[in-house]
Structure formats: structure tokens, C-alpha cells
């Protein structure tokens, strides 16, 4: 049994330049862009040869001269995209054109079933996973829109099915609120791996959430949740968790009492709180902070006035003591 001592207080719907170079010199933009227009000017030159060279040569006669000059423009437009940063935009209009044609073919996206979604929304669903309008079944590519969906915060799990001609399935699996993380004066939903959901809001989903304090707060929320689940009488007057120096938890609870848990054999320090409120109930004494951090013993610091009547109390019976002994 811990023996006790007492301390003085202390979207919408969808379908349905300037840096320093290695020397230390200076270098401008124009700079940069003189070096690029030299690579450019390169490929130009050597297109130039070997157009010459194709229009000298037999091939040219049988048209292969024809379709490797279209392939060197099309190399030169696609270098120039690329420098000028367009490719993107390059990239997304020839798979606008790609989809037009799969489309007339009859693949065209007609039936979207989403499954699973609870705080994400469909059109964020079907903007994340690059559903759109004008989307074919075709040029969908199943895999990277999974691994879109899945960096969605609220999203721990993503399915995307192509069944053709035209129906697309994706199912998700939200993660769930597991607790509220306070730091830095902000409070955000976490899941139970301390992944941030969501900032705090006040949905009734989130009210009954266990609150967590602190750095490491969210790394270390599953350990002491699931601590406090074992001793439920003490979890229903706990305030909030707060994670000391990423090493230990202090707990505060609702009426202000702060009560210090070891690092090691936490859930046993619990229990024999649980066990001291039963029996002696010491979680309603007036007292300010109860430490069990020591395995063999359990200190409490006693408040104000709470230690000035005690010091009274100890004077009165050590003057009636001493009267007694006079008589």
C-alpha cells in the first residue's frame, strides 16, 4: 500500500531571380535564361541538319522524311513546354483530347458510386480523384487517383474499381476522431495514430473527445487513452492529459487538482488512484497535486488554507498535550 505525505504548497457537383553562384558570384535570371536559349538554340540547329540531311536522302522520297520531321517539331514543342513550364497544361489538354475520343467510343464516365465518405464530401471526392465532366473510363488512371484520395486527411483507406464501359467505383474508409490535441493555443480532432484531422469545431461528434496537451501529445495519445478506459471512475473527472517533456503525463483534473504519473507502470499508478478515491476519496480532498512517480508512495500537497488549518489543528493538540502533561 503507497503510504502518504503531505507537502506545503509551492466543391459542386461533377459527373452526376537573383542567387549567387557556386564562386560566389552573382548571377541574374537573364543569366539563366541566355543558358537555356543556347540549349534551345542547339536543338533548332541541329534540327535544321537533320531536316537537310532527310531532305537529301532516299527516305525522304518514301515519306519516313515526313513523319521524322513531324517528330522533331513535336520534340522541339515538347522541350519548349517543358522550359517554359506549360507541360502540365500540356499534359492535361492532350488527355482532354485522349478522353473526347473514348468518349465518342462509349466510355465515357456515366455512373459514379462513392461509398463510405462521411466527412469528405462527394465533390471533393471526385476533384481530388480527377473525375471530371468530359472524363472517360479509359484514360482514368485508378491507381493515382487512389493515391490522391489517400492524402486526404479524413481518408486512411481508398478503393478506385473501373468496371467498363462506363461505371466507376470508389469506396473509402474515414478515420475517425480519436481525441483533441491542444498546442500552441490551437485544438485539432487527431485520429488514433495522431494523424490531424481537422481543427476543433463545435460538432457534437468531437465534445465527449478526450483533450490532450502538449508536444508529443499526439504521438502518445493511444497510451494514455486507453489507460484511463481501465479505471473509468477517474477518467470521468479528468480534465485534459498533459505530456511532460515528451516523457510522462500529468493529468488535470476538473476541479483543479493536478495528478503526476510516473513514466513507467502507468496504468498501475491509475489503479491505485482509483483505489485511494474508493476507499479514502482523495480525488475530493483539499488538496492541489497528488504524485504517484514514486512507486512506493503517494504525496499530495495540501492547498492554502487546507495546510493552515492542518498546522493548527497539529498546534492545538501539541498545547493540549503539553497541558495535559502539566496537570
Known amino acids: 500500500m503507497r503510504g502518504a505525505r503531505a507537502d506545503r504548497p509551492s466543391g459542386r457537383g461533377q459527373p452526376a531571380a537573383t542567387g549567387k553562384s557556386a564562386s560566389g558570384k552573382t548571377t541574374s535570371g537573364s543569366a539563366a535564361s541566355g543558358a537555356g536559349g543556347r540549349v534551345f538554340n542547339r536543338v533548332v540547329i541541329g534540327g535544321r541538319r537533320l531536316f537537310v540531311g532527310l531532305s537529301s536522302s532516299r527516305a525522304a522520297t518514301c515519306g519516313a522524311g515526313t513523319w521524322l520531321v513531324a517528330l522533331l517539331f513535336a520534340a522541339t514543342g515538347a522541350y519548349g513546354l517543358q ?69 486526404l486527411a479524413w481518408i486512411k483507406r481508398a478503393t478506385v474499381q473501373k468496371l467498363y464501359p462506363d461505371r466507376l467505383d470508389i469506396q473509402v474508409v474515414e478515420r475517425e476522431g480519436f481525441a483533441l490535441w491542444q498546442k500552441d493555443g490551437m485544438i485539432n480532432v487527431i485520429a488514433r495514430d495522431g494523424t490531424v484531422i481537422a481543427p476543433y469545431s463545435d460538432d457534437p461528434r468531437y465534445i465527449r473527445l478526450p483533450i490532450v496537451v502538449g508536444d508529443g501529445a499526439e504521438r502518445h495519445v493511444t497510451e494514455i487513452v486507453e489507460a484511463l478506459s481501465l479505471v473509468p471512475a477517474v477518467r470521468e473527472q479528468v480534465r485534459a492529459a498533459i505530456r511532460v517533456a515528451d516523457r510522462r503525463w500529468t493529468l488535470k483534473m476538473r476541479n483543479g487538482i493536478d495528478v503526476r504519473l510516473p513514466e513507467k507502470d502507468m496504468p498501475e499508478a491509475l489503479s ?17 497535486i497528488i504524485d504517484l512517480r514514486l512507486a512506493d508512495r503517494v504525496s499530495v500537497r495540501l492547498s492554502d488554507a487546507a495546510y493552515d488549518t492542518r498546522q493548527a489543528e497539529l498546534k492545538a493538540k501539541a498545547k493540549a498535550a503539553k497541558k495535559g502533561g502539566n496537570t
Open 272 to 288: 491505485a488512484l482509483a483505489m485511494l478515491d474508493r476507499d479514502k476519496s482523495l480525488l475530493s480532498r483539499d488538496i492541489t
Open 83 to 151: 522550359r517554359g513550364g506549360h507541360m502540365p497544361e500540356a499534359i492535361e489538354t492532350v488527355r482532354d483530347m485522349a478522353d473526347v475520343g473514348a468518349n465518342i467510343a462509349g466510355f465515357k464516365i456515366a455512373t459514379v458510386n462513392l461509398s463510405g465518405q462521411n466527412h469528405v464530401t462527394p465533390g471533393e471526392i471526385l476533384a481530388t480523384a480527377g473525375v471530371k465532366p468530359t472524363s472517360s473510363l479509359v484514360f482514368l488512371d485508378a491507381e493515382e487517383a487512389r493515391t490522391k484520395l489517400e492524402q
